[in-house]
């Protein structure tokens, strides 16, 4: 289960939740590809057992090397609930930073032209007396800061002019008066 769901309060619910872009985890499948091949390779250039060794090694290294590119992605999470903003990184540590919606002041977008023409994008929330949380580069940015901006406009009272109890005269009969 993750640390998002864990967290939920009884009357909390889970407005949007974060991914990262395939672009962002092309890197690590790619590594782990170019190091199969070589393992081939291996097996191919040199005969017999030493071969197979060699092949061996070099795919557990690629696994290492794909495992420890991945678990940035696979230990990190974004949300949005109803009442407050989720960042959360770590697995064996974790780390999280989380305000609640009433508390963000805005919410910037960093987006160049790469992850525009791709959908990927990194935000910047700036909340009351915390220091700015810098998101990493997510799929679909604008949604989350569409979700963060709805569940602001719904975390904040309305400002509007007080009605009148009834009874009461209004100001404009109160100042014919």
């Not at 790619?30 to 060794?53: K, N």
């Not at 679909?140 to 509007?160: F, H, I, N, T």
Request: proline share 5%; net charge positive; with cysteine.
């Amino acid at each position: 289960m993750s640390y998002i769901d864990e967290s939920l309060a009884a009357n909390e619910s889970l407005i949007y939740r974060a991914r990262f872009h395939w672009v962002q985890k092309a890197g690590p499948y790619i590594a782990m590809i170019v190091l199969s091949a070589m393992a081939l390779v291996c097996v191919a250039l040199v005969p017999g057992r030493p071969g197979l060794i060699a092949a061996g090694v070099t795919a557990a290294l690629g696994l290492i090397h794909f495992t420890a590119m991945m678990i940035h992605f696979w230990t990190t999470e974004v949300g949005v609930t109803n009442h407050r903003f989720i960042f959360k990184r770590g697995w064996l540590r974790r780390t999280t930073d989380e305000l609640q919606l009433s508390a963000i002041e805005e919410v910037n977008l960093q987006q160049g032209a790469l992850g525009r023409l791709f959908g990927y994008g990194r935000l910047i929330v700036h909340g009351t007396g915390v220091n700015d949380i810098r998101l990493p580069q997510l799929a679909d940015p604008v949604g989350l800061r569409r979700a963060l901006q709805e569940g602001m406009g719904g975390a904040k009272p309305s400002v509007g002019a007080a009605q009148p109890a009834q009874g009461a005269p209004s100001s404009s009969a109160a100042a014919a008066l």
